[in-house]
């Protein structure tokens, strides 16, 4: 009698444990970083450690449902049941920086006695989190609002990218470059948008998001030593601008989503960097993104481009008139076909932007005719749009242009991130990957792992790429301070449509902004290592064929460089100072490398070479580079994984090489 009284009040404090508020710990599976879930009478909390080292303080996070959150119910004190296990598992990434890599970590799931669960894995370089509802089969449900507070135990230096258009921050372009103060210093008066990095001295903290799917995306706004999240509100009702038949929000509701049944909510993700280096090769973005969906790829060919609108359409030395016409893109595909590039793009002009009609091309088109010929000599053509134009004609638009032989769309213009654009391009994504046809984002908000769902999606926008060269005066944006910061933040998120190859290039003393035949700012090999250090399987080539043309050399060494590859690895490089990128296409390798505005002397080992003997062509600054920063100088030697080179960095500048294996 004894034991069996004793068994029941065992099971009893057992059973009043696994109820009560709690919570529970989590390693990584290195067992270096330890993350808690904390639920207590005034909220759940999430804190972050690296041994006794406190990365993320004690942090809210809840969900708000129809006006109360859980953390109003007190039902949710009750844990209904709790699981954990650990998981390492191959990710197949077609596209991406490597073909595929290992994901493992801990993951624990906390399902309450409201319906709703809360899922955390933990990873050797980060953590990431998200809400579930388990108990809302067959129901309709609005989410008032999310928090996620992101506490810090010190005024850490932050890097934040504001909206450009503080009126209505939400209703922007997300290019920006980065505000870097410590976190009370922030503009507390304008949202920021992700990536977002917060230095915490041991670590460097990424703020990200992921499997970001029917719901609006997160922004944060600074308080003192706290990031909050912020999210765009249902849109209401809409209106067009006369200029494009672009839509925008003219009005919204006063919630930020609506949902139907049992569903994750988008991963929230705190990377954890210790060396500069591991930044621009976090995969934990991609790693928690919803699988393929549309099967077979082999039908996408990532590829490099010939384009118009940066140079617009600046030809010259031809016999006839350059601009939106069949002369000039038979121009452009000639070029094309002559260094391998596999597309040329028609930006906009081809179709009339202020109209809701993609199917009829300007007079002075012969679309099926231009596809012809471009399919003779090797070269197809994508059309680029405007989001909403494409979006409400979709399967005819589609279907008509997959028939001609388009391969795809660039898609312009979202500038939004509320729940109806979010579904907007997953529903965009699906139709054209039923049609073959590959996809570049433009104009629309960070990745958040949708290339891995949907793999025609072979690019996105989101930075502050080389389209603001033509209206950036240097004295209010330091791009090569940017191009030197953005891959080791905005490249963890996923692809950057940069748009590079400038072959018009000016020192910090010359630079101005110049719209029909645009400059930028730094040398000539800054721009070339942009080829290796970007990942971007759909590669521009920026300026006009005619620049290209008379150095055919240093075109054909762009032309070789692969836009996917087998391994990539980042040698060195310093945030906001400078970057080293090596990666790996079969047996060969490409680095480039880039420095701020700053001369730089760095001396690169090739250690990350297997054993053999390389060929090394090199395309670094020139001894006058920093006078002319289209000086330049081609070297060509032996190397092997012994092999150490020192190599000289112009203000601005940069380097590129190309090895290959004897």
């Not at 928090?147 to 890097?159: C, H, K, L, R």
């Not at 992700?194 to 922004?219: C, H, I, Q, R, W």
């Not at 094309?336 to 081809?350: F, P």
């Not at 460089?561 to 296409?585: F, H, L, Q, S, W």
Request: aromatic share 14%; with cysteine.
């Amino acid at each position: 009698m004894k034991i069996k009284n004793i068994l029941t009040i065992l099971c009893l404090l057992i059973s009043s444990n696994l109820s009560a508020v709690g919570g529970h710990k989590l390693k990584s599976p290195n067992g270096n970083l330890e993350a808690e879930l904390i639920i207590e009478e005034d909220g759940i909390f999430l804190q972050l450690k690296e041994g006794e080292t406190v990365l993320l303080d004690k942090s809210r996070i809840d969900l708000e449902i129809e006006g109360k959150g859980l953390a109003s119910n007190k039902a949710y004190h009750r844990i209904k049941k709790y699981t954990s296990k650990s998981v390492k598992e191959t990710i197949k990434a077609p596209f991406y920086r490597n073909p595929e890599f290992e994901s493992e970590y801990q993951q624990s799931h906390t399902n309450l006695n409201n319906g709703f669960a809360i899922e955390l894995r933990l990873f050797n370089d980060g953590l990431a989190y998200r809400f579930c509802t388990t108990g809302f089969k067959n129901k309709e449900y609005k989410i008032k609002n999310e928090i996620a507070e992101f506490n810090f135990s010190d005024n850490f230096v932050s890097y934040l990218p504001y909206s450009t258009n503080p009126k209505k921050p939400e209703a922007q372009a997300f290019q920006a470059t980065y505000d870097v103060k410590p976190l009370s210093d922030q503009a507390t008066n304008n949202l920021a948008f992700l990536p977002a990095v917060v230095d915490a001295k041991k670590a460097k903290l990424t703020l990200m998001e992921s499997d970001l799917e029917s719901y609006p995306g997160m922004f944060i706004k600074p308080d003192g030593k706290t990031l909050k999240a912020w999210f765009a509100k249902y849109p209401k009702s809409f209106d067009y601008y006369t200029w494009r038949y672009q839509r925008y929000v003219t009005s919204t509701e006063d919630y930020i989503a609506t949902c139907k049944g049992n569903r994750n909510f988008p991963w929230r993700i705190i990377a954890v960097s210790h060396d500069d280096t591991e930044m621009p090769v976090n995969n934990l973005v991609y790693a928690l993104a919803s699988p393929n969906r549309i099967g077979d790829t082999s039908w996408i060919k990532p590829g490099q481009v010939a384009w118009d609108w940066w140079n617009d359409w600046g030809v010259s030395g031809v016999d006839f008139a350059a601009g939106i016409n069949m002369d000039t893109y038979k121009y452009y595909i000639d070029f094309a076909a002559k260094y391998g590039l596999s597309y040329i793009i028609l930006d906009e002009g081809w179709f009339k932007p202020s109209v809701n009609d993609m199917l009829t091309v300007i007079p002075e088109l012969n679309l099926p005719e231009l596809v012809a010929y471009g399919k003779q000599k090797g070269v197809r053509i994508i059309l680029w749009t405007i989001f909403n134009v494409l979006d409400d004609n979709l399967d005819k638009i589609c279907k008509t242009y997959s028939d001609m032989g388009i391969a795809g769309f660039k898609a312009d213009f979202l500038d939004r991130d509320d729940q109806e654009g979010v579904e907007m391009i997953y529903r965009i994504a699906e139709v054209c990957a039923k049609y073959h046809l590959m996809l570049d984002y433009h104009g629309i908000y960070k990745p958040t792992g949708i290339n891995r769902t949907y793999p025609n999606i072979v690019n996105f926008e989101s930075c502050f790429g080389m389209e603001e060269a033509k209206w950036t005066k240097h004295d209010e944006k330091d791009m090569p301070l940017y191009d030197v910061t953005f891959p080791f933040i905005r490249m963890q998120s996923g692809f950057v449509d940069f748009t590079p190859g400038g072959m018009r290039n000016a020192t910090a003393k010359d630079f101005q902004p110049i719209y029909y035949n645009p400059l930028t700012m730094g040398t000539r090999c800054h721009q070339l290592a942009m080829y290796v250090i970007h990942d971007s399987p759909l590669t521009m080539l920026a300026d006009n064929p005619t620049a290209y043309e008379q150095e055919p050399e240093y075109t054909r060494f762009i032309a070789s460089i692969p836009v996917t590859y087998d391994e990539t690895k980042i040698p060195m490089g310093k945030m906001g100072e400078y970057i080293v990128t090596a990666r790996r296409k079969g047996n060969n390798w490409y680095v480039g490398g880039q420095t701020n505005w700053s001369e730089r002397d760095l001396t690169l080992s090739f250690s990350f070479l297997p054993t053999g003997i390389f060929e090394a062509v090199i395309y670094k600054d020139g001894v006058n580079a920093n006078k002319n920063a289209c000086d330049y100088k081609v070297e060509t030697l032996q190397v092997n994984n012994s092999t150490s080179l020192p190599i000289h960095l112009a203000s601005g500048g940069g380097f590129a090489i190309r090895l290959i294996k004897k």
